[in-house]
């Protein structure tokens, strides 16, 4: 089976600009969550989606926001970029409830001057 | 206190020692538990997950469950310098956070030849 899959794998962007990130998951997968990847907070999760609904959200301002396809791709938007925002953003797929484990693509590197 | 802490690292091993793990948690009823590895400029891939108390063996490495001690661990017996990378714990706390990941920093591992 061919792996998570996400795109583009580096962006750069300024400040107040917005940005689109895309992510297809692993063919089965219908569980598709994002997390932000920092040296100083570490892996902290966004955002999660099931069936074409967000099951669980993290703590995260609004100007994050994703969404997920029919066929389990999913996007995820951030909106008036700062520079904080600057991480590697990775997308992970997994079954149902993940209790068998989530599978990460190769991640966005963002990039906010 | 963070839900999810793990050795504050780093550790070096000698090539063909035992490499030992730990990460303790927040105890909130049900639980799954992940050790994931992520080298230097890569995504985490997942090692294994263990649900129940006791040991579980996969190849060189085992992971061990003490629920009432609330740690979990993972062993890497003969290490290879191959195995220096940072390893994650994560916590997938019940049924209603299914895809929501709590990780832990990571340790960082270096295995020398």
């Known amino acids: 089976k061919a792996g998570v899959t996400q795109t583009p794998r580096y962006l750069i962007k300024t400040r107040g600009q917005q940005v689109t990130l895309s992510c297809s998951p692993i063919?089965?997968?219908?569980?598709v969550s994002w997390y932000q990847q920092t040296p100083g907070q570490g892996l902290q999760f966004l955002f999660e989606?099931?069936?074409?609904?967000?099951?669980n959200k993290g703590n995260f301002p609004g100007r994050f926001s994703g969404r997920q396809f029919s066929n389990s791709r999913s996007e995820m938007n951030v909106s008036t970029l700062e520079l904080g925002d600057s991480a590697l953003y990775l997308c992970?797929?997994?079954?149902?409830?993940?209790?068998?484990?989530?599978?990460f693509g190769p991640g966005t590197r963002l990039t906010v001057l | 206190q963070k839900e999810v802490e793990q050795n504050s690292g780093p550790l070096s091993v000698p090539e063909g020692a035992i490499a030992s793990l730990n990460c303790t948690y927040s105890d909130r009823g049900s639980q799954s538990f992940f050790w994931y590895r992520q080298y230097s400029g890569k995504s985490p891939e997942l090692i294994m997950f263990i649900y129940s108390n006791g040991d579980k063996e996969d190849g060189r490495f085992t992971a061990q469950l003490n629920k009432a001690s609330q740690y979990v661990s993972l062993l890497i017996r003969d290490s290879q310098p191959s195995d220096s990378a940072t390893y994650l714990c994560?916590?997938?706390?019940?049924?209603?956070?299914?895809?929501?990941?709590?990780f832990g920093d990571g340790t960082t591992l270096t295995v020398k030849p």
């Open positions: 994560a916590v997938i706390w019940d049924d209603t956070n299914a895809g929501k990941s709590t």
């Open positions: 989606y099931f069936s074409e609904t967000q099951r």
């Open positions: 992970a797929s997994g079954t149902s409830g993940g209790h068998l484990g989530q599978y």
């Open positions: 063919s089965g997968h219908r569980s």
